[in-house]
C-alpha cells in the first residue's frame, strides 16, 4: 500500500484528495492525542509547518490546547486547503503543493509535523525532504516529528528513519 501511495502521480493524489474534502470540514477529533500531547510540551508561541495538513485538524487542536504559534500547512488537495481557510485563523498560512516541494518559509519553523504522510512520499526521495526540512529549521535544535501509525504497512520508511538517527516513540519518530 505505502508504495501505491508514493508512486501515484501528484496529479492522482490531489483528485482523490480534492474528493475526500469536499464534504469534509475540520474534525479535530481526527488529530492523533499522541501527537498533540508531544507538541503541546513545546513553546505556545513556536512556528510549527505541517506537511500533508488536510483540513487543518492538528492547527484546531493544537488551538483548542491553547498553543497561539504561527501556523503553516501545506497539502496537496485544493478542497482541504479551501477547508482549513474557513477558519479565519490569521496567525494560519496555507499553500496547496506536494510535500515533497514545499515553499521553504522566509520565517523559520521551531518544528516540522509529517502525521501520516510520509509514506505519501518515495521511499528514496525522503532523505532529500528530510533535508528540505532541516532548512526551514530556525535551529539546530529544532524538530521533525513523523507519525506513522500502522508500523506493519510501512517498515522500509521506519527502517530508513532509523537509519538516519529518529528517535523512535512508536507511532511518532522524531529527527
Not at 76 to 93: F, H, P, W, Y
Request: hydrophobic content about 40%.
Amino acid at each position: 500500500m505505502s508504495k501505491l501511495r508514493s508512486y501515484a502521480p501528484a496529479f492522482i493524489k490531489r483528485i482523490v484528495w480534492n474528493r475526500r474534502y469536499r464534504s469534509i470540514g475540520i474534525n479535530t477529533e481526527e488529530c492523533p492525542n499522541d501527537l498533540l500531547e508531544r507538541l503541546s510540551r513545546s513553546d505556545p508561541d513556536a512556528n510549527l509547518l505541517d506537511l500533508g495538513c488536510g483540513a487543518g485538524n492538528l492547527r484546531a487542536g493544537l488551538r483548542l490546547l491553547g498553543w497561539n504559534g504561527r501556523f503553516i500547512g501545506v497539502d496537496v488537495s485544493k478542497q482541504a486547503i479551501e477547508v482549513a481557510k474557513q477558519s479565519g485563523d490569521i496567525n494560519a498560512e496555507w499553500h496547496v503543493g506536494s510535500i515533497e516541494n514545499f515553499p521553504i518559509p522566509t520565517e523559520k519553523v521551531s518544528t516540522i509535523c509529517l502525521c501520516e504522510s510520509i509514506y505519501y512520499v518515495k521511499v528514496g526521495q525522503v532523505p532529500a525532504l528530510l533535508e528540505r526540512c532541516r532548512q526551514s529549521l530556525a535551529s539546530p535544535e529544532g524538530l521533525i516529528i513523523i507519525r506513522i501509525w500502522h508500523t506493519d504497512r510501512h517498515r522500509e520508511y521506519i527502517a530508513l528513519l532509523a537509519g538516519m538517527g529518529a528517535q523512535c516513540h512508536p507511532p511518532i519518530y522524531i529527527l
